[in-house]
């Protein structure tokens, strides 16, 4: 907001979050149809590979590594 000021921060914010909507919708979509509930067998049921898997698996592990690491600005 800082930024961007109150118009085009508040523009950010709502499309950032229609997307997230959109991702959570697309991956509850995803699951269902897979008929699996986590990440990693998920990209095994759309790829149908080993190394689909094993994407995914890293993705998730680096996705907590991220969020575990916290940098003060």
Do not use: P
């Amino acid at each position: 907001m800082s930024k961007l000021g109150f118009v085009m921060g508040t523009i950010v914010f709502l499309i950032a979050g229609a997307a997230a909507q959109f991702t959570s919708v697309l991956l509850l979509k995803a699951k269902n149809l897979s008929r699996h509930s986590n990440y990693s067998t998920i990209f095994y049921e759309i790829w149908r590979s080993k190394i689909a898997k094993g994407i995914g698996s890293i993705l998730i592990f680096l996705n907590n590594i991220g969020i575990c690491i916290h940098k003060d600005i």
